[in-house]
T-cell receptor, first 112, second 120 residues
Framework: AQSVTQLDSQVPVFEEAPVELRCNYS??????LFWYVQYPNQGLQLLLK??????LVKGINGFEAEFNKSQTSFHLRKPSVHISDTAEYFC??????????FGRGTQLTVWP | DVKVTQSSRYLVKRTGEKVFLECVQD?????MFWYRQDPGLGLRLIYF???????EKGDIPEGYSVSREKKERFSLILESASTNQTSMYLC???????????????????FGPGTRLTVL
C-alpha cells in the first residue's frame, strides 16, 4: 500500500501571505499525484494533478505544486492567499496500476 | 459537468438499524467509490466498484457492504449500525478503468457533497 504524509494538520496564515502545504509519499514505483480541496460543507474537488512532464504543475485559484522525485514530495504553494482559500487540502497518490490513496489532510485557515 | 449526488446530507439512525446510503452519478463513469472521512484521519476507502455488480474491498470494509446493480448507482449498506460508524461518508466516481494503465488525463475522482451520519 502507498503511504501519503501531510506534514501539517493545521496551517494558519494571514491574508496575502504565501503558503506551502507539504506532502510526502512513499512509493517504489511511478505514481500520479493529486491535490484536492474541500471547502466547508462541500465534497472534494480537484485542485491540480501531476501526471508526467514538467515538475511544476499549475492548478485552479492560483495554486501550484512541484513534484520532486528524489525527495518523493509534492508540496502545494500559493504566493498570496485569500480568505476564500480557507479549506481542507488533501494530497493523494495513485500508482500507475492501482487506486488512489489520500493523506490525512491539512486545514488551511486564512485570517484577515 | 459531472454530477455526483448523495441521497441525504444528514442522517440520524439508532444502533442496530440497517442503513442505506445512496449515490448516483450522471456521467457514465465505470468506477465508483465510498469513503469515510473522520477528523485527523483523512479519507479512508471502504469499498469501490469498477463495473456493474463488481466490488472490491478498500481499507476499512468491516461492518459495511455495497451494491451496484446499475452503472450510475452505488449503494453503501450498514447492516447493523454502530456508534463507531458515526462519520461523514463521501461517494466518488471516475472514468478510467483502474485495472488498465492510462495516461491519467481523465483520471479524476468526482465527489458528492457527503452524508453526515450520526448513529445514536
Amino acid at each position: 500500500a502507498q503511504s501519503v504524509t501531510q506534514l501539517d494538520s493545521q496551517v494558519p496564515v494571514f491574508e496575502e501571505a504565501p503558503v506551502e502545504l507539504r506532502c510526502n509519499y512513499s512509493s517504489s514505483v511511478s505514481v500520479y499525484l493529486f491535490w484536492y480541496v474541500q471547502y466547508p460543507n462541500q465534497g472534494l474537488q480537484l485542485l491540480l494533478k501531476y501526471l508526467s512532464g514538467s515538475t511544476l504543475v499549475k492548478g485552479i485559484n492560483g495554486f501550484e505544486a512541484e513534484f520532486n522525485k528524489s525527495q518523493t514530495s509534492f508540496h502545494l504553494r500559493k504566493p498570496s492567499v485569500h480568505i476564500s482559500d480557507t479549506a481542507e487540502y488533501f494530497c493523494a497518490v495513485r500508482p500507475l496500476l492501482g487506486r488512489l490513496y489520500f493523506g490525512r489532510g491539512t486545514q488551511l485557515t486564512v485570517w484577515p | 459537468d459531472v454530477k455526483v449526488t448523495q441521497s441525504s446530507r444528514y442522517l440520524v439512525k439508532r444502533t442496530g438499524e440497517k442503513v442505506f446510503l445512496e449515490c448516483v452519478q450522471d456521467m457514465d463513469h465505470e468506477n465508483m467509490f465510498w469513503y469515510r472521512q473522520d477528523p485527523g484521519l483523512g479519507l479512508r476507502l471502504i469499498y469501490f466498484s469498477y463495473d456493474v455488480k463488481m466490488k472490491e474491498k478498500g481499507d476499512i470494509p468491516e461492518g459495511y457492504s455495497v451494491s451496484r446493480e446499475k452503472k450510475e448507482r452505488f449503494s453503501l449498506i450498514l447492516e447493523s449500525a454502530s456508534t463507531n460508524q458515526t462519520s461523514m461518508y463521501l461517494c466518488a466516481s471516475s472514468l478510467i478503468d483502474l485495472l488498465l494503465r492510462t495516461d491519467g488525463e481523465t483520471d479524476t475522482q468526482y465527489f458528492g457533497p457527503g452524508t453526515r451520519l450520526t448513529v445514536l
